[in-house]
């Protein structure tokens, strides 16, 4: 059973930290696009980085490069999105996703697309003085 858990939301001040984490089960993250999105009260959901196994590359969205960092431990099958200098319109639930590479390869922009086959439950991100 295919199974993504979210953790690490909370409430922060702006120009401050968190990490996020993403543990999955029943597959091997480290062969699968795994990617972050997030939706603001009354927005669309948008995606926040993407890391394409296909080409091996990681998408961030403009407002977030240079803030926010994806990683991967692979051997415990969690990813991460490291959010520095948070501002508050960062405030937001975030969402990890997976797909597996076979549906989709390297053209597919995985950044701004919500096909995803397995989604977390999110966790909320709070940016505020």
């Known amino acids: 059973q295919v199974q993504l858990v979210e953790s690490g939301g909370g409430l922060v001040r702006p120009g401050e930290s968190l990490r996020l984490s993403c543990a999955v089960s029943?597959?091997?993250?480290?062969?699968?696009?795994i990617a972050w999105f997030r939706q603001a009260p009354g927005k669309e959901r948008e995606g926040v980085v993407c890391?394409?196994?296909?080409?091996?590359?990681?998408y961030y969205t403009d407002s977030v490069k240079g803030r926010f960092t994806l990683s991967r431990d692979n051997t415990r099958n969690t990813a991460f999105l490291q959010m520095n200098n948070l501002k508050p319109e960062d405030t937001a639930v975030y969402y990890c996703?997976?797909?597996?590479?076979?549906?989709?390869?390297?053209?597919?922009?995985?950044?701004?697309?919500?096909?995803?086959?397995?989604w977390g439950q999110g966790t909320q991100v709070t940016v505020s003085s």
């Open positions: 890391y394409n196994w296909a080409d091996d590359k990681a």
């Open positions: 029943g597959f091997t993250l480290r062969s699968y696009t």
């Open positions: 996703a997976a797909q597996n590479p076979a549906r989709y390869g390297s053209s597919w922009d995985c950044l701004r697309s919500t096909d995803f086959e397995s």
